[in-house]
């Protein structure tokens, strides 16, 4: 049979305070009595069993108060981890609207590694574009030329500049002519695995059939920093 209040931490707590109160009152009142015993020869030992019952009295409350003393731990763990669990969904949630408010970016390193890995192709032409108005592509547009200027690869800078009558981009596409040549889609392949791969960590898509100016341009399309990005 559960003691009164033991489901309720409130009423736990309280009647645990309560009882480790009248603990040290009784205690209290022990000393007083038992020094009382000592001054009132006559009545000494009726003083000194009212201290008797006082220290029962004490040590009863004391008992009493034990299982309080362990339930209240037991709610103030749960209390804690439930804390913790509340304060780690709340980082999360601070991670995700952080990377959501957060732009994409190729740091100097990175950079300079996707350079590294491109510089084999050397003298080829790229066209970067991406939405007029979007800022934030045309800034991480901004440091992908950078690292294929490292590479010696030709960036024709057409940021802002997206085709109006295509749909609209998420991430960052790379594109070439259907019936280009092969060491161009070979190009493109390579420009989407050092892109998207443990370099450039940017969201890029498969390789499209989507028509180029001409046959032997690549294009890269920075387009709207998807949403999966903010998760």
């Not at 009595?33 to 009295?57: C, G, P, S």
């Not at 890995?117 to 800034?139: C, H, N, Q, T």
């Not at 280009?180 to 450039?200: K, N």
Request: aromatic letters at 8%; one cysteine or more; glycine letters at 6%.
């Amino acid at each position: 049979m559960p003691l009164p209040g033991w489901n309720s931490p409130i009423s736990v707590r309280s009647i645990h305070a309560f009882l480790e109160v009248s603990a040290l009152l009784c205690f209290a009142a022990l000393v007083v009595f038992d020094v009382v015993a000592h001054f009132e020869t006559k009545r000494k030992r009726l003083f000194e069993r009212i201290a008797l019952i006082f220290f029962a009295l004490a040590v009863l409350a004391e008992i009493v108060a034990y299982p309080y003393s362990k339930r209240n731990d037991e709610f103030s763990t749960g209390e804690i981890a439930r804390l913790n669990k509340v304060a780690e969904a709340e980082r999360l949630a601070r991670v995700r609207l952080e990377a959501a408010i957060a732009g994409r970016e190729l740091t100097a390193e990175q950079q300079r590694k996707i350079g590294a890995a491109l510089e084999k192709f050397s003298g080829r032409i790229v066209w970067l574009r991406s939405y007029p108005g979007d800022g934030e592509a045309k800034r991480l547009g901004i440091q992908v030329k950078t690292a294929l200027d490292l590479a010696h690869i030709k960036v024709q800078d057409r940021l802002e500049e997206m085709y109006s009558n295509a749909p609209l981009i998420f991430g960052i596409e790379v594109v070439c002519a259907a019936n280009g040549i092969r060491d161009q889609r070979h190009f493109a392949r390579a420009l989407i695995a050092t892109l998207s791969g443990d370099v450039g960590k940017l969201d890029v898509h498969p390789l499209s059939e989507f028509a180029c100016p001409s046959e032997g341009i690549t294009e890269i399309h920075i387009g709207v920093k998807p949403a999966a990005l903010a998760k």
